[in-house]
Structure formats: C-alpha cells, structure tokens
C-alpha cells in the first residue's frame, strides 16, 4: 500500500493549507505571523516565537503567536533578548531540535526565565537559505516532543518558508559581486570630477546666411 495512502487526509490538507499561506505572504512579516499562527492546529504549541537572525549570534523577534505586535519593553521580551544567543547555539545544523531543559545545563540567567514563562521544551526548527545561511530560527514551545511520525511530513513546509523566507528578505542567495566602501568613495570622486569638466553646448535652429556688408549691382541698361 502507498505510504501517502496512510497519513490522513487532514492533516495533508493543514500542510497544504500552510503552504499555501507561506506563499501568499507579500512581506517577511506577514510570512513570520502565519508562521507563528497558522501552525497551532498542527504542533498545539503553548507559543510559536519566529526569530530572524542577525550578526554575531544575535535574534531579532518578528512575532510571537497570539500578539501583533510584542511590547518591546516587557520583562519577557527583555530576558528573550539574552536568552535567544544561548538557545541558537544548541541548533548548530539544519534540522528541527528538542530542547528540554531538564537535559541541559542553561546559564542562571536564562534557566530562571524558562523556569517561569516556557514549557519543559523547546522545539527549535532553524531556516536556512540556499547558501546554507542561517536565516532564521522558528521555536515552539511544547510540553512534550513532537511525534517522530510527523517530522519527515513538515519537511516539505519547512523548505517552503525557507524559500519565501530568502525571497521575501532577499537573503540566503548566492552571493555576488559587491563594491567594497574604498570603491564606492572612488567611484563618488570620479563622478565628482566629472560635474565640474567644462562641456561645450550646440543647439541646432533653422537659419539663413546674410551679408554682413550687402551692395545692390544694377546693369546701367535694361535688358
């Protein structure tokens, strides 16, 4: 019997519905909060966080379920900042994490904070664009780890948000040429130089040649 054949029906139909949605979205938020959403009827999770990741190791939050926009001063979002470095460290490849924090060993800081506001778990999906560039990272925070069964079958979702995740950010390409600053300040000299060379001007206009001294010569006999 086709494997297809066994997974049931609906939960085909909420994969292909979240595909869809992924690729309906116009912005890389709009994408972020159907991420974080759309996803509850499949994983109900206690909280979906969509990060997008940023130089040295930092996160940038993008949406939280349930929220349209976080309050960026609230003592949650304050101790996310100084957790998240930590928790993207123990993603290190490409596929989906459990992280339980009985099994881990986290610094004080971030162990007192996941004591009071996360589940005993996280499931950590990163999002890697075509150069193999860690674009983002999607955590649901769950009580119990995902079923094994139901891995393989979002492989599909997670390559689609990867890919309108680099096409909605323009990262995660193959990267090509770019000017260096010392080239862009020459570049900037040159058409400098250029505005103040003296450039010669011609119109054209219809006109006619006339005779600065013009004499009249009439014959002395007629015909």
């Known amino acids: 019997m086709n494997d ?7 939960l085909l139909l909420t994969l292909g519905a979240l595909r869809d949605k992924a690729m309906a979205a116009d912005s ?3 994408l972020a909060f159907s991420i974080a959403n759309d996803a509850y009827p499949l994983l109900r999770f206690r909280q979906a966080l969509v990060f997008a990741q940023r130089a040295a190791g930092q996160f940038e939050l993008l949406c939280v379920s349930g ?3 976080p309050q960026e001063d609230s003592p949650y979002l304050v101790w996310l900042r100084r957790a998240m470095p930590w928790v993207g460290a123990q993603v290190a490849g490409s596929e989906p994490a459990w992280l339980a924090r009985d099994e881990l060993a986290p610094p004080p800081e971030v162990a007192d904070g996941w004591a009071e506001w996360w589940p005993p ?9 075509r150069n193999g560039l860690r674009l983002g990272l999607i955590v649901f925070l769950l009580e119990s780890p995902v079923q094994e069964n139901l891995v393989p079958l979002m492989q599909g979702l997670f390559r689609t948000w990867a890919y309108c995740w680099s096409s909605l950010s323009g990262l995660g390409r193959l990267k090509g040429w770019r000017p260096s600053r010392r080239q862009l300040l020459v570049v900037l000299a040159l058409l400098a130089a250029l505005l103040v060379l003296p450039v010669g ?4 206009a219809p006109a006619g040649i006339v005779s600065g001294q013009a004499e009249v010569n009439n014959s002395p006999i007629d015909g």
């Open 4 to 10: 297809r054949a066994q997974i049931p029906s609906q």
């Open 28 to 30: 890389l938020n709009a």
């Open 67 to 69: 929220l349209a926009k």
């Open 201 to 204: 001007q011609t119109a054209l």
């Open 121 to 129: 778990g996280a499931w950590c999906v990163p999002v890697h664009g």
